[in-house]
């Protein structure tokens, strides 16, 4: 029986891409082993894309905290900047679009008398 991807999480494929960009735990290093980094990669995309608190989180990407403290260290030690340069290497940029109508701004952001 074949999973179903769901819509946020990452496919095979790019977490084969991706996996060797994180730091490997070491035998011997105090504390908790990591959870799996496919699913906490996939708890932080989930995040980015629904918008939701980080309280929110569903349980099946782990606990909220443990994501959070993995997200915080990643982003400190520059591993999502080497994802974003992996990824764009081949990325299918046929469907994006950016138009001007999906960005409001006050009026007062161009310059208008208060």
């Known amino acids: ?9 990452l ?8 996996c060797s960009l994180f730091p490997v735990r070491g035998a ?3 504390g908790r082993p990591y959870n799996d980094i496919r699913t906490t990669v996939n708890g932080i995309i989930w995040l980015a894309l629904s918008g939701a608190p980080w309280r929110d989180l569903p349980e099946r990407y ?11 260290k990643w982003q400190k030690h520059g591993i999502f900047e080497k994802i974003f340069h992996e990824l764009r290497i081949e990325a299918d940029l046929q469907d994006i679009s950016i138009d001007s109508t999906s960005c409001k701004a006050h009026q007062h952001s161009a310059g208008a008398k208060k």
């Open 1 to 9: 029986m074949k999973i179903q991807k769901r819509r946020y999480e």
């Open 11 to 18: 496919t095979d494929d790019e977490r084969e891409r991706i």
């Open 28 to 30: 011997g290093t105090k």
């Open 62 to 72: 782990g606990k909220w905290n443990t994501v959070y403290k993995c997200f915080a």
